[in-house]
């Protein structure tokens, strides 16, 4: 079985497509087509595309990477893209709150520089001109500066193509602030993940934990309430609950529950359904209605 995962050069320009076999080797890259989308779909040739949108802390990632990986699509996390341009900025000695002088200096970064996402959906890295800085953005500083240089339009407008690029070639589950209002309005499902302000922040203090950062709960909460303001107070897209979204609160949930919630309004809106047939997801025509969950439940990958 091998997984395809799309992504986009947007400083040379071409979508091109990685194929990972199950003993991790990766085939030569090959421009990608519809029929490369890691999604059989005999029904609907249209890319599926989930949009999961919510603050820091909402379980938003680990929800998208289940969800990713029970349906055989690419993960596709955009806020690594907005921290990649804000590892630039800091690398430029620029430093948060961004003047008028910063901003402009910041505006061209995503354009000029080649960021991607690759890997499979366990094992996303994110690569800056090549370099692999998947651990480099994952600092609360880095965060800080990604809710800054996020509010830029032209770094907005620039990831935001890149995005719909990626989505439209091999669809996904698309992870950020944004995906359901502005870059993807019309996905199959649009989920607003939430949870309160004191699980969140506890979430994310054993997130950087695990990753050798350490910070206490209330100074990673001060950081978070600063993030969710800029983020939904920001004239250019702005953090809310799209049109149509279903709202789930994960404080109380376990991620089994979100996961089989999402999938049962997956199942309704869609009208299909998902059959795991040799390791890809396939979808037909579900005249059954909920039939899908009694008689073919989705398998987790097994790469
Ligand atoms: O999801 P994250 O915490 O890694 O995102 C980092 C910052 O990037 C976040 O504070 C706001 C910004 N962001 C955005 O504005 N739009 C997105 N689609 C994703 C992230």
């Not at 947007?10 to 989308?37: F, I």
């Not at 800085?133 to 809710?147: K, N, Y």
């Not at 209002?181 to 649009?190: E, I, N, R």
Request: glycine letters at 8%; a negative charge; one cysteine or more.
């Amino acid at each position: 079985m091998t997984t395809t995962v799309a992504r986009v050069d947007s400083a040379g320009g071409g979508l091109w497509a990685d194929l990972t076999y199950n003993d991790g080797s990766v085939s030569s890259r090959k421009k990608a087509t519809p029929e490369m989308s890691s999604t059989t779909d005999p029904v609907n040739p249209e890319p599926l595309i989930i949009a999961i949108d919510g603050p820091s802390g909402a379980g938003k990632s680990t929800v998208a990477r289940l969800l990713a990986s029970r349906l055989g699509l690419p993960y596709i996390d955009t806020g690594a893209m907005y921290r990649a341009v804000g590892l630039l900025a800091a690398r430029g000695g620029i430093e948060p709150p961004l003047d008028d002088e910063d901003a402009a200096a910041v505006s061209g970064l995503a354009e000029n520089h080649r960021i991607e996402l690759s890997g499979t959906g366990r094992d996303v890295r994110v690569l800056l001109d090549g370099e692999d800085v998947s651990e480099a953005i994952r600092t609360p500083e880095c965060a800080l500066m990604a809710s800054a240089v996020s509010a830029l339009p032209a770094v907005r407008r620039a990831l935001v193509a890149i995005q719909r690029r990626i989505g439209l070639q091999s669809g996904g589950i698309m992870e950020g602030r944004d995906i359901g209002s502005v870059v993807f309005p019309d996905a199959a499902l649009k989920v607003y993940l939430t949870a309160n302000p004191a699980e969140r922040a506890r979430r994310r203090q054993a997130d950087l934990h695990a990753k050798g950062i350490e910070a206490t709960v209330d100074e990673v909460r001060r950081q978070q309430q600063q993030r969710d303001l800029q983020d939904s107070t920001r004239s250019d897209s702005p953090l809310h609950v799209a049109r149509g979204s279903v709202v789930v609160d994960t404080s109380e949930s376990t991620l089994d529950e979100v996961v089989a919630r999402l999938l049962a309004e997956l199942d309704e809106r869609m009208e299909i359904r998902l059959d795991t047939v040799g390791g890809n997801t396939v979808r037909s025509r579900n005249h059954g209605g909920l039939a899908r969950r009694e008689s073919a439940p989705i398998e987790e990958e097994s790469s």
